[in-house]
């Protein structure tokens, strides 16, 4: 992530490995709402062996126009270099910044920490030990030197970006286990018992020989079992962000150029009244 104080803008980049990653970011960026004009892709190279000079110059300075470090910008055309598809996202405002970050984090991301890390493994040296941070030696002759020579002066500016990095995930995940549980309860039972009641005394002709008959019926209570589903506690993620102010100090270079003039005063005050 790279920010532009000169405009206020935000800018996001991400490495791929494959262009099928990046093309399915750029189709769920798309369908965030993002316009197509603000998405750039930089397609790599087929070849993915470690870059020869040449081909991780023509990479460095075809991302010139990005602002980022210079650190980031060599690791990305070091990325390219070696296959890999970069996608940028430029003007993206806080209330998106999230949104495309999640996208982008979401369909495979290359780590680029982890990605520099394995090519040191193979012997790759960083933007610490190319020509870019050392500079290029040159030489002068000043036997051949003519008069319409000149000597460019360069002087270094320094340009702070931003990028955001990782620094750990939380997950909340939910799934149903089953648990054993008991309950005791105290359930009644009816129990019908035949009574015989020895008896004497004398029948009644028209009541005792009538036919008749009577019925008890048993019970008995048998525990039923219900559930009740209820929600007793809600987890969700907030995230929060506060701001920080952080000094970065570095070194810049500029030419210092030294005149060594040999000549008399009588032929330098000569020379200045002909330019007159």
């Known amino acids: 992530?790279?920010?532009?104080?000169?405009?206020?803008?935000?800018?996001?980049?991400?490495?791929?490995?494959?262009?099928?990653?990046?093309?399915?970011?750029?189709?769920?960026?798309?369908?965030?709402?993002?316009?197509?004009?603000?998405?750039?892709?930089?397609?790599?190279?087929?070849?993915?062996?470690?870059?020869?000079?040449?081909?991780?110059?023509?990479?460095?300075?075809?991302?010139?126009?990005?602002?980022?470090?210079?650190?980031?910008?060599y690791s990305y055309?070091?990325?390219?270099?070696?296959?890999?598809?970069?996608?940028?996202?430029?003007?993206?405002t806080n209330t998106?910044?999230?949104?495309?970050?999640?996208i982008l984090d979401d369909e495979g991301t290359v780590n680029l920490d982890e990605r520099e890390a394995s090519w040191r493994s193979e012997g790759w040296g960083g933007y610490e030990a190319s020509t870019y941070a050392t500079g290029h030696p040159t030489t002068t002759d000043h036997s051949a030197a003519s008069a319409d020579e000149t000597i460019p002066v360069v002087e270094e500016r320094l340009r702070v970006g931003k990028r955001d990095t990782s620094h750990g995930r939380v997950r909340v995940r939910a799934y149903t286990v089953e648990t054993p549980v008991s309950e005791m309860?105290?359930?009644?039972?009816?129990?019908?018992?035949?009574?015989?009641?020895?008896?004497?005394?004398?029948?009644?002709?028209?009541?005792?020989?009538?036919?008749?008959s009577f019925e008890a019926e048993e019970h008995r209570?048998?525990?039923?079992?219900?559930?009740?589903?209820?929600?007793?506690?809600?987890?969700?993620?907030?995230?929060t962000?506060?701001?920080r102010q952080e000094t970065v100090?570095?070194?810049?270079?500029?030419t210092e150029v030294e005149v060594d003039d040999e000549r008399t005063a009588l032929e330098r005050d000569d020379l200045d009244r002909s330019r007159k």
């Open 96 to 102: 998106e910044y999230e949104t495309v970050l999640d």
């Open 1 to 73: 992530m790279t920010y532009d104080s000169t405009t206020g803008q935000t800018s996001v980049s991400a490495l791929f490995d494959s262009q099928d990653d990046a093309q399915r970011t750029v189709d769920r960026l798309l369908e965030a709402g993002v316009d197509m004009s603000r998405i750039r892709m930089d397609a790599g190279s087929m070849d993915t062996t470690p870059a020869q000079t040449d081909q991780g110059k023509g990479f460095w300075d075809s991302l010139g126009d990005l602002l980022m470090p210079e650190e980031d910008r």
């Open 221 to 239: 209570e048998e525990a039923v079992v219900s559930k009740e589903a209820r929600v007793v506690e809600e987890i969700g993620l907030r995230k």
């Open 241 to 243: 962000s506060d701001t």
């Open 185 to 212: 309860v105290e359930l009644r039972d009816e129990h019908v018992e035949l009574v015989r009641t020895p008896v004497d005394r004398p029948a009644k002709v028209d009541e005792d020989y009538q036919e008749r």
């Open 77 to 92: 055309a070091e990325g390219l270099s070696r296959g890999g598809q970069l996608l940028t996202v430029s003007g993206v």
């Open 249 to 254: 100090s570095d070194t810049v270079r500029h």
